[in-house]
């Protein structure tokens, strides 16, 4: 199983901009925020594991 690590860049009403912190990209991802844990701010880290985010 891959894991992958985040920051949440910013955040836009229904939805939050992530990007990858784990590799050098600039990429970046848009999630629902019905997908990832409440609590979440800008600059939150998350763990991408088994299809699931959790906060660092």
């Known amino acids: ?4 690590y985040y920051e949440v860049v ?8 992530l990007k990858r ?3 050098e990209s600039e990429d970046i991802k848009l ?3 019905a997908l990832l844990p409440e609590g ?3 600059g939150t880290r998350l763990k991408y594991e ?3 985010y959790s906060i660092l």
């Open 1 to 4: 199983m891959e894991t992958w």
């Open 10 to 17: 910013s955040i836009d009403g229904d939805y939050a901009n």
């Open 21 to 23: 912190t784990d590799i």
């Open 31 to 33: 999630v629902a925020r």
């Open 40 to 42: 979440i701010a800008e």
């Open 50 to 52: 088994l299809m699931q």
